[in-house]
């Protein structure tokens, strides 16, 4: 019931989704992603601008298109709140979106940062 | 090849009896109704990556991609499937509280819908629909809205026959699908004088058992029907079986199977290139149709790198960065560019607009199918962990969530150029066929423009399937 609360509540009101998060990403200039099967980006990730160092990290990536599947990073920790994110697969040029879980202090932040690819 | 094959699809063993049930459509379409409910839920109130997302991913991927292959293989099976007809039963509940009116005399032809489906390509681009659960959503829900207040006002069968872009889509397209809703045998038909394929027809409930057929499997739909009797609808788009040449305004709701009280109606196999050879539309769907045609070359150009430079080049040029306007220009450009090159072959060969739409329906199919096949041949399986998410989410776990793998579509590009080719093949020969038909001592030198607009067709569509895909939400970035 209450799930048809909220429904009802986004149909009257006709408000978007909100795009807020906890989870603050930034991806590290380097060269140009191109479509590739096994990618590789730099992020630095924080909270409420300070640096997170939290070994618990997953990141995927998924096209702005339907379909096309989700592509999930190896994460390997860099120190100072950066993340190489690895193997991937970028099957498509176009808009992309990398989405970010990670826990500090036993509470879980999560975040998205949007990102390009070229053919 | 054009002629009748004369086959009955529902002669196969079982499918007559299940067609004539009475919930025979039902059965097809609760699953796409809870679909629907599903994609509404999860659009409104799921992760908002369409990837992820029921909404999107059964819109603009899963329904193309089946919509194609079902027009490819059987003919307009979503129209017979459509949950927006269970609206129907709400619309008889308004009909006694709204005032009723005919619908306008002035819009009883395709130009509405022709109106309303360009407005969707605009905005298919300028929203990005299809990256976005939360319009998709919204689309859903407005078009079962559409349908409801249309069909609750105006008699049933007038949101499908005059207003539905999606339904005309199907019905445009279906015309070169390998069935159609013909008489078995004209001569039942040339001593009927009840129409009940048309008008259906009242019989009395204890007649059920006892007419022929075994109309025992035919609880019928008991719609105004006086105490102890049941109606069996009609043709809710007037369409009337012995006359029908064509597949447009058909929804495939088999109301004239179940009504045919001679049992005389049937889903006849035929060529799929009889419908282009034989018709001649009138002008209002003949554009719709051509629109159509070049509708498709536009959707899939609009994922490929030439369409990104002819728009920067285009903001250069008029020195604006305004996307919706560069946007309304290349789509309103290519289609104006599309319509004039199909008027001038038809004025150089001779023919008119109306014989020459129909001509280019193969190569439509094509196109439209290829794009969509693309995009269901490597998201096929991106729906089911889309579903299990919402579900999961709404109490109903079905199994561990899954990520939905990358998709591949790596071999389409072969399925694209086959279909093409063989559309090629069959618009040539349509082309042949129309001019002994219809011009038999024409110069051979006017099959030309029409045969070079197939082939200018096909090159262009087979010159963007080979392009690098790309999907961009901006125009310019």
């Known amino acids: 019931m209450k799930r048809v609360g909220l429904l009802l509540a986004l149909l009257v009101c006709g408000c978007a989704p909100s795009s807020r998060s906890a989870l603050s990403i930034r991806l590290l200039p380097g060269p140009a992603l191109h479509v590739q099967p096994s990618a590789e980006v730099v992020v630095e990730l924080s909270v409420a601008n300070r640096q997170l160092a939290a070994a618990d990290v997953s990141a995927q990536a998924d096209m702005r298109h339907p379909g096309m599947g989700t592509a999930v990073a190896t994460v390997t920790p860099l120190g100072r709140g950066r993340y190489r994110l690895s193997n991937l697969d970028l099957p498509m040029a176009g808009d992309w979106v990398l989405s970010v879980k990670a826990s500090t202090q036993g509470h879980p932040v999560s975040g998205a940062a949007a990102f390009s690819v070229l053919p | ?477």
């Open chain 2, 1 to 477: 090849m054009t002629g009748q094959l004369r086959r009955d699809v529902l002669a196969l063993p079982g499918l007559r009896a299940l067609v004539r049930w009475r919930y025979a459509r039902l059965l097809l379409q609760l699953p796409l109704l809870a679909l629907a409910l599903l994609a509404v839920y999860d659009g409104f109130s799921g992760s908002q990556l369409a990837g992820l997302n029921v909404a999107t991913v059964s819109v603009w991927v899963q329904y193309r991609g089946l919509l194609a292959l079902s027009l490819l293989l059987v003919g307009n099976v979503f129209c017979a499937a459509c949950p927006l007809l269970l609206t129907r039963g709400p619309s008889r509940v308004l009909k006694r509280l709204l005032p009723q009116r005919t619908w306008p005399r002035f819009l009883r032809n395709k130009y509405l819908t022709l109106a309303l489906t360009l407005l969707f390509l605009y905005s298919y681009e300028a929203f990005a629909l299809w990256a976005s659960p939360w319009l998709t959503a919204w689309l859903i829900v407005s078009y079962f809205a559409a349908a409801l207040l249309t069909d609750s006002v105006f008699p049933a069968g007038t949101f499908c026959r005059y207003v539905c872009p999606l339904g005309n889509f199907n019905f445009a397209l279906s015309s070169v699908s390998p069935t159609l809703i013909q008489a078995k045998d004209l001569s039942i038909c040339a001593s009927c004088t009840s129409k009940a394929c048309l008008h259906g027809r009242t019989i009395p409930q204890e007649h059920l058992a006892a007419t022929p057929h075994d109309f025992s499997t035919l609880p019928a739909l008991p719609l105004n029907g006086q105490s102890g009797t049941v109606t069996l609808p009609g043709c809710e788009t007037r369409l009337y079986v012995p006359t029908m040449t064509s597949t447009q305004d058909c929804t495939l709701c088999l109301n004239c199977v179940r009504a045919c009280p001679e049992d005389n109606v049937g889903l006849m196999l035929r060529s799929p290139l009889a419908e282009a050879v034989q018709t001649r539309p009138r002008t209002d769907l003949a554009l719709l149709l051509v629109l159509l045609t070049w509708a498709g070359l536009v959707n899939a150009f609009a994922m490929t790198p030439p369409y990104f430079l002819l728009a920067r080049w285009l903001a250069t040029t008029l020195g604006t960065h305004n996307e919706p306007v560069l946007l309304a220009l290349i789509l309103l450009s290519t289609l104006a560019t599309g319509l004039g090159l199909t008027l001038l072959a038809a004025r150089l060969s001779g023919l008119t607009l109306r014989t020459l739409a129909p001509l280019l329906m193969p190569l439509a199919l094509a196109v439209w199918g290829g794009h969509a096949l693309y995009h269901f041949a490597g998201g096929a399986g991106t729906l089911w962990p889309a579903v299990q998410a919402a579900l999961l989410r709404l109490g109903l776990p079905l199994g561990p969530a899954a990520l939905p793998v990358i998709a591949r579509a790596d071999t389409s590009f072969w399925l694209q150029a086959t279909l093409l080719e063989l559309a090629l093949a069959g618009t040539l020969w349509a082309i042949l066929q129309r001019f002994q038909h219809t011009r038999p001592g024409a110069s051979a030198r006017r099959l030309v423009p029409p045969a070079a607009l197939a082939l200018l067709l096909f090159g262009l569509a087979l010159w963007l399937f080979a392009q690098p895909m790309q999907a961009r939400v901006g125009l310019l970035t």
